[in-house]
T-cell receptor
Framework: AQKITQTQPGMFVQEKEAVTLDCTYD???????LFWYKQPSSGEMIFLIY??????QNATEGRYSLNFQKARKSANLVISASQLGDSAMYFC????????????????FGGGTRLMVKP | DGGITQSPKYLFRKEGQNVTLSCEQN?????MYWYRQDPGQGLRLIYY???????QKGDIAEGYSVSREKKESFPLTVTSAQKNPTAFYLC???????????FGQGTRLTVV
């Protein structure tokens, strides 16, 4: 069974500083994908970044980068130059398979980390 | 613009009632999903569908039912058998290569 663990229930970061949100995962699959989502207080889920298990380079999207360490089964999210609008819940998620597969590309989510950016 | 529309945004249910949450997408995605989120928790999978007229149970399907008669629509019914339905419900669809899942704005269901 797949499992995602986010060990930081809440974190503070000073505006304009970088912050790392931790995510570890457990799977026996050789092929899988990892996602990070942002959930502001409005409740919507905003896609941030995706990393496939066979991708050799760490994914980056603007101020977001994913520090993928396959051997350690970790997929930490790094947010550079934090902004007040980054205050939200952040979820790490994993899907089985790095390509379309029968049985569905269901996502398994971690418990989330609440990030609070201080001015 | 393409996206996923969930309605209503807020829903109140009396004890013993069935209620149906709507989810419509115009992204032309085959795969659609329903998740439940309790306060301060992550998302848990209720049902998913990969193709029209086919759907599968997720981790917490008891007390819920779905249908997939059209590619664009994946409604969720919360039945009276669901003993603790108060939660935030999110509908999602996924691209063919599974590299991005799009979510609706969610429906907040409260039992009164």
């Amino acid at each position: 069974a797949q499992k995602i663990t986010q060990t930081q229930p809440g974190m503070f970061v000073q505006e304009k500083e970088a912050v790392t949100l931790d995510c570890t995962y457990d799977t026996s699959d050789q092929s899988y994908g990892l996602f990070w989502y942002k959930q502001p207080s409005s409740g919507e889920m905003i896609f941030l970044i995706y990393q496939g298990s066979y991708d050799e380079q760490n994914a980056t999207e603007g101020r977001y980068s994913l520090n993928f360490q396959k051997a350690r089964k970790s997929a930490n999210l790094v947010i550079s130059a934090s902004q007040l609008g980054d205050s939200a819940m952040y979820f790490c998620a994993m899907k089985r398979g790095d390509w379309p597969r029968m049985g569905g590309n269901m996502l398994t989510f971690g418990g989330g980390t609440r990030l609070m950016v201080k001015p | 613009d393409g996206g996923i529309t969930q309605s209503p945004k807020y829903l109140f249910r009396k004890e013993g009632q069935n209620v149906t949450l709507s989810c419509e997408q115009n992204l032309n995605h085959d795969a659609m999903y329903w998740y439940r989120q309790d306060p301060g928790q992550g998302l848990r999978l209720i049902y998913y569908s990969q193709i029209v007229n086919d759907f599968q149970k997720g981790d917490i399907a008891e007390g819920y039912s779905v249908s997939r008669e059209k590619k664009e629509s994946f409604p969720l019914t919360v039945t009276s058998a669901q003993k603790n339905p108060t939660a935030f419900y999110l509908c999602a669809s996924m691209t063919g290569f599974g590299t991005e899942a799009f979510f609706g704005q969610g429906t907040r269901l409260t039992v009164v």
